[in-house]
């Protein structure tokens, strides 16, 4: 069976039933939806929630059951590409090098082809949510929308949004320096309306696939089959038949046209940052088709939560490993926390650097994507995926005066309110690396860490000096 959304969550629940919880209760997807998974994220809790009757902005018992939280766990997306959290970047580059060429099907065959809606569209049967005060509206946002570019015929895949604005179309979210605003773009500049698809569903590994960073113009879905580990399915699509094509075994597609040079007021909305975008003006999108699987899921992603940061942050890590170990080789790994958002702040891990390595990493990182902000630096005894390891690093190993990095008047997203009108910013890295040995068989002259035995560490039995009920009731804290 190819792999979607529905086997992944079967297969994941069979696994992991204690990281699945079913909603049978009706809930709103007007501010509850959100609201609750804000709440689970504050315990640290991050499993995949699935609301089987949601109910609509509008009122109305939506057919479609929502399904969020899907990628906000990192453990649960690095176990869909086949891989440990520690090792994501690393790994990343690997299957994504190791692609693997899609299978088309015919429209019978493919699952999302299920129901062929033409003539009886509503985008309000969707439960498609408000997640927070003071938006414009409801938002698509688990959605990946799809272009081709004219002049190749070179598809592009990203994960953007849109926001309905009646029963049969959107004001579309579609970032200026994208390469799907370059493929729209290219087709009003021939006076012509450009084709475009949005698909709803799939599994993690094609979701975390879709926002790998490539060249423009080159199609993602090879490198979303190499996620997956075995080709992507396709299928043309009902409007623009093979011109544009979509996965077969999404839960979703909505197909249409964006007429060219039609601009809308979009509404100010929420994203990465935990800030709201100001209102500026948006695409359109006149739908044609909607396409979707008997009993289809509908993805919701929560704006600013885990789940919009971590699934997108591989395809980030990735590519500043990438960058950095060719500056680097010393580099051993990278982490973006969840507390920097999984896109403002970069750990990078290093053993025995040679001089000037750990800065070199630092302007690299900084330059690699226009969202990260902040880059540390530390050495391999320094767990990267401990916090608490790496401000313990910063605190007792950085000297202000020369391991302090400042860059000033960079390009920054416009996304984080910091970054002034012109697109530029300050961007910061410290190197948090103990100094250079004099000689290399000489140990670095610095005091010797305070360490526990690992192995000790691993050999004590909690649960049986400290009974299970009383570790339960333990306040935690950060």
């Not at 176990?79 to 090098?97: F, H, L, N, Q, W």
Request: glycine residues 8%; negative net charge; proline residues 8%.
């Amino acid at each position: 069976m190819a792999k979607g959304l529905k086997s992944f969550l079967d297969d994941w629940d069979e696994t992991h039933p204690e990281d699945v919880v079913v909603i049978d209760e009706p809930v709103s997807v007007k501010y509850d939806v959100a609201a609750l998974q804000h709440k689970l994220e504050s315990q640290g809790l991050f499993p995949v929630i699935v609301y089987k009757h949601p109910i609509t902005v509008e009122g109305k018992n939506s057919p479609f059951p929502l399904v969020c939280n899907l990628l906000a766990s990192r453990r649960r997306c690095a176990e869909s590409i086949g891989t440990r959290p520690e090792r994501v970047a690393m790994d990343y580059v690997k299957t994504i090098s190791a692609r693997m060429k899609p299978a088309l099907l015919a429209n019978g065959d493919a699952p999302v082809k299920e129901v062929i809606e033409r003539s009886r569209i509503d985008l309000n049967d969707l439960p498609v949510p408000i997640h927070h005060e003071n938006t414009s509206g409801k938002e698509i946002t688990g959605s990946y929308i799809t272009t081709v570019d004219p002049e190749t015929g070179i598809d592009n895949t990203a994960c953007q949004r849109g926001e309905p604005i009646s029963d049969k179309s959107m004001s579309m979210f579609i970032g200026g320096g994208s390469h799907n605003a370059r493929n729209i773009a290219s087709w009003w500049a021939q006076g012509k309306d450009a084709p475009v698809a949005m698909w709803i569903g799939h599994h993690p590994a094609a979701c975390i696939g879709g926002q790998v960073k490539l060249s423009h113009p080159e199609s993602h879905w090879e490198a979303m089959g190499g996620l997956l580990r075995e080709p992507l399915r396709l299928v043309p699509t009902e409007t623009w038949g093979d011109l544009l094509k979509v996965p077969a075994d999404a839960e979703i597609v909505i197909e249409g046209v964006m007429p060219k040079n039609k601009l809308i007021a979009g509404g100010q909305f929420g994203d990465w940052a935990r800030y709201l975008i100001p209102s500026h003006p948006r695409g359109t999108m006149e739908v044609t088709c909607i396409t979707h699987r008997r009993g289809a899921y509908f993805h919701d992603i929560v704006t600013g939560c885990a789940d919009h940061q971590v699934g997108g942050s591989f395809a980030i890590a990735a590519a500043v490993y990438s960058a950095c170990k060719k500056v680097a080789p010393e580099l051993t790994n990278v982490h973006l926390p969840l507390s920097g958002m999984c896109r403002a702040t970069v750990y990078a891990q290093v053993k025995n650097p040679k001089p000037g390595r750990a800065k070199a990493i630092i302007h690299t990182a900084l330059m690699t994507d226009q969202r990260i902000k902040t880059v540390f630096v530390v050495d391999d005894d320094v767990d990267i995926f401990d916090e608490r390891e790496v401000l313990w690093a910063f605190a007792t190993r950085a000297h202000f005066d020369k391991d302090l990095i400042l860059l000033d008047g960079v390009p920054s997203t416009t996304m984080n309110p910091i970054t002034r009108s012109d697109g530029v910013g300050t961007k910061m890295g410290v190197d948090c690396t103990l100094p250079p040995s004099p000689d290399p068989d000489i140990p670095s002259h610095y005091q010797m860490p305070m360490r526990v035995p690992r192995e000790a560490v691993q050999q004590i039995d909690l649960g049986t000096l400290v009974p299970g009920d009383k570790i339960k009731r333990m306040v935690r804290e950060s």
